[in-house]
């Protein structure tokens, strides 16, 4: 089994910055991708970033220059840096990871239960 567990969300005025960071832990061979998406009641999820193990990342077209991701494949993490923060921005954050078993070498696709990021005007 493979966890993801998140932290850093909470409360920020606008402009302000927060860190988010994640965790996998459990039965891994390696992990091909991370990502954080994001989710507003009634929309649909929506990529924020996502980056491979080799450090290629990708961000969703509404960062313009704000976000940064990061990962640390030793530790299986992946970060993300909110600067200028929008109360657009205001969302719950999962993390997500694609993730090759041992053994099989199967791939398997997890998520992180979430954590809420509030930017108050």
């Known amino acids: 089994q493979v966890q993801l567990v998140e932290s850093g969300g909470g409360l920020v005025q606008a402009g302000g910055s927060l860190r988010l960071a994640c965790t996998a832990s459990?039965?891994?061979?390696?992990?091909?991708?991370m990502a954080w998406y994001r989710q507003t009641a009634g929309n649909q999820r929506e990529l924020v970033a996502d980056?491979?193990?080799?450090?290629?990342?990708n961000y969703g077209d509404f960062v313009r220059g704000r976000f940064t991701i990061s990962s640390d494949n030793a530790k299986n993490a992946v970060y993300l840096r909110m600067d200028s923060l929008k109360p657009d921005d205001t969302a719950v954050y999962y993390c997500?990871?694609?993730?090759?078993?041992?053994?099989?070498?199967?791939?398997?696709?997890?998520w992180g239960q979430g954590t809420l990021v509030t930017v108050s005007s």
């Open positions: 997500y990871a694609d993730v090759v078993r041992p053994l099989s070498y199967r791939t398997l696709t997890v």
């Open positions: 459990g039965s891994i061979a390696r992990i091909n991708t």
């Open positions: 980056i491979d193990s080799g450090g290629g990342a």
